[in-house]
């Protein structure tokens, strides 16, 4: 309750304060107006804005201020440190926006364009913008003041250092978004070549280097704050935001720069099949996508090159490996998309070909170009990671079984089966949908181009699956090989007292189903002896009452012991278990041999709550969800392949 309290404070008093700042600046730019009737606008709107806001902000900020001096929890709480963060930046952003407005119109006023040309800015003036500067700085000290006062108050691990990171890369990314916009519209108008400067080519350069001026300088501050900080704070460095903002920003600048990339290649096949151009031609048309691709490349080289010190950076050497599963697999799976769709293009534009048997290409040019240049980047895309990926999965070792059992790389192997049976069956729905109406008498004018193109999506489909379901299987033998290994060299013995008969039977059973090569000796409580043999045991099962009040046989064994002890949580009279959900003897029994084979295979050990009534309610919410979805794609699907 005092969380869902405190987040309703802070929420309404950072939107009260916004509130407040632009009605102070629309009342400071009523000072420089001339207009009347935008004045009384203005005027009216300020000092409305002002008069609600002051008293909500006021009423709970005291409130929170006053929580914050007597209680230390309140004052160290992620949600203020999260308001004051967003506070402030909330409030440099707009400095920044105004300060390249200013400079924007500047430069469109100073190569003598019309102030409709401004990216930024167009409709405002210079006390507009330095009215909203001034104001927004004004209320940034007084945040900036109160965010010092709790920094000098906070313990080293409090929750401000999270949440100041959180702010760092947010504002790293909003100046990086404005300084690649600003290169990407300088090198569009290096590449234009007009006659004089038109006013479209004035304001890429106008824009572009307002962009640079103001995006570059706070960027290049920004990541100099960063990398101090992994300087100062080794935490820093292991932080799994920065591995997600160095993971995103190198993999969709990557994907730009090929999508791009692509672009380019397929105008110059298009260019190569016959299509009329020139070089000055050519360079106008495809000035944008050439600027996205250099900036893109540019932005991939330098993160990727970060991404992977980061990666190398992790002390634990399977989390460097899952790290570099995963950057793989997000490429591969981009790969594997590009080449299967690139494919689909070029059969359906040579099975086409073929058919209708064309004088010229036509407009056959743009599908056959997109379709080669698609496969010229993505076969290389989805061949180079994924056969690191395969490599891994085939080592022997720890190596190859940690790859196996990776849930990335069953993540990627599921998701492409998933799109292969859900396109599968759109595809055959499809094909069945053609024939069908043409034995009832309702055949498609391009019957036979039609019937090829869907056997061909079908066909590539199913080799996709096939493929892929292959890969699974594999995994499956060579995990199933090496849990095998594992269970063979894990003894483990079950001491099984008097009078529980029936979790000794269902233990057994339940071992012998999920762990059938694991060796397991049974001993009976009060009819055998102890003998040095049991202490080659990996673990050793036993009821916790037991455990807790044992025969003195029993006490001096287990003080010899060196291997696991798993206690079952069995009912016995006199003995309370806090926190151990009731089961039945049968769950029980289930339960310890999950844990058992667990501990025989490597993995960590994770007790499985019992399910309730809400969660399986949620499971059949789930699955009723799951399957709106699977019919949405279908219905994509079908309405891919043309069917309506």
């Not at 949440?163 to 890369?169: C, G, H, I, K, L």
């Amino acid at each position: 309750m005092r969380t869902v309290r405190r987040l309703y404070f802070y929420l309404i008093a950072l939107i009260s304060l916004e509130v407040i700042v632009w009605g102070v600046i629309n009342l400071a730019r009523t000072l420089f107006d001339v207009l009347p009737l935008g004045g009384v606008n203005l005027l009216a709107g300020g000092l409305s804005l002002v008069l609600v806001g002051v008293p909500i902000f006021g009423i709970h900020w005291a409130v929170v201020q006053r929580d914050a001096r007597s209680d230390e929890e309140e004052h160290t709480s992620r949600i203020r440190a999260l308001f004051l963060y967003a506070a402030r930046f909330g409030l440099l952003v707009p400095v920044a926006q105004n300060v390249l407005a200013i400079l924007n119109r500047a430069l469109i006023t100073w190569m003598g364009r019309g102030l409709d040309s401004p990216l930024v800015g167009g409709g405002q003036t210079l006390a507009d913008n330095l009215a909203a500067v001034a104001v927004n700085l004004i209320a940034w000290a007084y945040i900036e003041r109160v965010l010092r006062g709790d920094w000098q108050a906070a313990a080293p691990s409090g929750e401000l250092p999270e949440v100041r990171r959180v702010y760092r890369y947010a504002w790293g990314i909003y100046s990086l978004g404005l300084a690649v916009f600003g290169c990407q519209q300088l090198i569009r108008f290096i590449f234009t070549t007009p006659e004089g400067l038109s006013d479209l080519t004035a304001a890429w350069l106008a824009n572009g280097i307002a962009l640079c001026a103001v995006g570059a300088p706070l960027f290049a501050h920004a990541w100099l704050v960063i990398r101090r900080g992994l300087d100062e704070h080794p935490s820093e460095r292991r932080s799994l935001l920065r591995l997600g903002v160095l993971f995103a920003l190198s993999w969709v600048s990557l994907g730009l720069g090929l999508l791009s990339l692509g672009n380019l290649a397929a105008s110059l096949i298009r260019w190569g099949l016959g299509e009329a151009n020139q070089l000055e031609l050519w360079l106008n048309e495809k000035a944008n996508w050439l600027a996205v691709m250099i900036i893109a490349g540019v932005v991939w080289a330098y993160f990727s090159r970060q991404c992977r010190q980061a990666v190398r950076d992790e002390g634990e050497i399977r989390r460097r490996e899952g790290l570099e599963r995963l950057y793989d697999s997000l490429l591969s799976l981009g790969g594997t998309a590009a080449t299967f769709f690139s494919l689909w293009g070029l059969l359906s534009t040579v099975t086409e070909i073929l058919i209708n048997q064309p004088a010229t290409l036509g407009g056959l040019r743009d599908t056959l170009s997109y379709s080669l240049a698609g496969l010229a980047i993505g076969l290389p895309l989805w061949l180079r990671p994924w056969g690191r990926l395969q490599a891994q999965a085939r080592a022997f070792g720890d190596e190859g079984d940690h790859a196996r059992r990776s849930v990335v790389r069953k993540a990627y192997l599921y998701l492409v089966l998933f799109a292969s049976v859900v396109g599968g069956m759109a595809a055959g729905g499809a094909l069945f949908f053609l024939v069908l109406s043409a034995v009832l008498g309702s055949p498609d004018p391009n019957f036979w181009l039609e019937f090829a193109r869907r056997a061909e999506v079908l066909a590539l489909l199913l080799v996709w699956l096939s493929y892929h379901l292959g890969a699974l299987r594999s995994d499956g033998r060579a995990a199933q090989q090496a849990v095998h290994e594992r269970q063979a060299l894990f003894p483990v013995l079950v001491i099984q007292p008097q009078g529980e008969d029936s979790f000794n039977e269902a233990l057994t059973h339940a071992l012998q189903q999920q762990a059938p090569r694991l060796p397991v000796t049974l001993f009976k409580l009060g009819v055998q002896a102890f003998s040095d043999e049991y202490y080659q045991a990996k673990a050793v099962l036993l009821p916790a009452a037991l455990a807790a009040n044992p025969p003195e046989a029993l006490r001096l064994w287990l003080k010899e012991y060196q291997g696991q002890r798993v206690l079952i949580p069995l009912e016995a009279e006199g003995w309370v278990w806090p926190g151990t959900p009731l089961r039945s003897p049968r769950e029980l029994a289930v339960e310890t041999a999950r844990v058992v084979r667990q501990m025989a295979e490597g993995q960590p050990v994770r007790t499985a709550a019992p399910l309730t009534a809400w969660v399986i309610v949620g499971y059949v919410l789930a699955g009723l969800f799951g399957l709106q979805m699977l019919l949405v794609l279908f219905g994509l699907g079908m309405s891919l392949l043309g069917v309506d």
